[in-house]
């Protein structure tokens, strides 16, 4: 029986057998895996989406496994409650899951996590209230512009975006933080421009007319990672492996179920029916939100976009200096996802390196 569960958080404020985890080592213990698995997640979102339809449709039960999904607020209450032990694994933000693996956040959270499949990709568009006055790249000046925090990916493809048409986002325009509850409030009072949020808060501001698309972030940086499915590393490293290939394997069967088209309205029924906070949104939102042209799921963790991901924190200043190929291939576990592609007679990425699209231009990434 589904239900939703609020953790109140405990922090105060703030060959493929061995070789897929030669970083990583058995050699510990291996602990008996738990009864009841506890992901958090943060919904309704994007990357809420295939966890909540391996749920649904009994993909975790198929594989054996017990697993209760914990809805969170806030996915920094969720952060905290991963760190602690209090949940197993978390959808996270990629950026704030390298900032907690360096313990630079503003939370004052630090652990090795480790992201053995991402979540959503694509998801997002950066968006213009209606009355702005923005019609090109140079209209963006003088602009305030929104995400929902700074470790997410949107807040680094809108600085992408804008310093590639020549806008110095740190002095032609302000990066604005707001809450995701507060965006209706903040566009109705004119007080922000232009914002990129996680679906389906895109899709609902265009629906009520606050707001449309001006660019889908697809045509920024093609098939980039949102969220991932992470864990605390030493959690990850003691369980039982084979288990943790099912559990894993079950959301990415879901992932690559609904990356197809032709099963996106299947989706949306599932997502109305789910609870997890959709219920509550129109259909239309909802089926918006998740058009195939505006949302992809693929699980496979490239290590190349978490290079590109950490050399922009880096430039940013989200993250200290880092050895960006080795925090990448730490936390991102390629390899794994392969194994788990495999068990379910998929075709894996040969690479964990692959040229990364970003407006138009294809970067090459040394492995």
């Known amino acids: 029986m589904q239900r939703r569960l609020f ?10 057998a061995l070789a897929p985890f030669h970083h990583l080592s058995f050699a510990a213990p291996i602990n008996k895996f738990k009864e009841k698995i506890l992901i958090g997640i943060f919904s309704p979102s994007h990357c809420a989406a295939p966890i909540i339809f391996a749920e649904h449709k009994g993909y975790f039960s198929e594989a054996g496994i017990k697993v209760e999904l914990v809805n969170y607020p806030t996915m920094s209450d969720l952060a905290k409650d991963l760190v602690v032990g209090a949940i197993d694994f978390g959808q996270l933000t990629v950026p704030l899951a390298f900032s907690i693996n360096a313990a630079a956040n503003p939370l004052g959270l630090d652990h090795p996590l480790v992201v053995p499949m991402i ?86 501001a265009e629906e009520t007319g606050q707001a449309h698309t001006y660019i889908l972030n697809r045509f920024i940086w093609r098939y980039h ?25 079950a959301i990415t069967k879901a992932s690559l179920y609904i990356n197809k088209e032709r099963n996106r309205e299947e989706l949306v029924s599932t997502l109305k029916n789910a609870s997890y906070g959709f219920e509550h949104l129109n259909r239309k939102v909802i ?11 693929y699980p496979f963790p490239y290590q190349s976009t978490a290079v590109l991901v950490l050399r922009m924190m880096r430039d940013y200043k989200l993250l200290p200096a880092v050895d960006v190929k080795s925090t990448a291939h730490e936390v991102f576990l390629s390899n794994f996802m392969r194994e788990c592609l495999a068990g379910l007679g998929k075709k894996a990425p040969r690479n964990n390196f692959r040229p990364e699209i970003v407006l138009g231009r294809h970067l090459e990434l040394e492995a």
Not at 7 to 16: E, Q, R, V
Not at 134 to 155: C, E, G, M, R, W
Not at 176 to 190: A, H, P, R
Not at 225 to 249: E, T
């Open 7 to 16: 953790i109140k958080s405990l922090l105060a404020t703030a060959s493929y």
């Open 119 to 204: 979540l959503g990709v694509h998801g997002s568009n950066l968006m213009i209230r209606n009355d702005s006055g923005i019609s090109q790249p140079a209209d963006f000046k003088n602009k305030i512009i929104a995400t929902h925090t700074k470790l997410t990916v949107h807040y680094l493809l809108v600085r992408l975006y804008l310093q590639r048409n020549g806008i110095d986002t740190e002095k032609d325009v302000t990066m604005s933080i707001v809450n995701l509850g507060d965006l209706t409030k903040e566009l109705n009072q004119g007080h922000i421009d232009a914002f990129m949020m996680p679906e389906p808060i895109n899709a609902l």
């Open 225 to 249: 990672p949102c969220c991932g499915l992470a864990a605390r590393k030493d959690f990850f490293i003691n369980q039982d492996r084979n288990k943790l290939l099912s559990l894993v394997s």
């Open 287 to 297: 089926e918006m939100a998740f058009a195939f042209s505006r949302s992809s799921f």
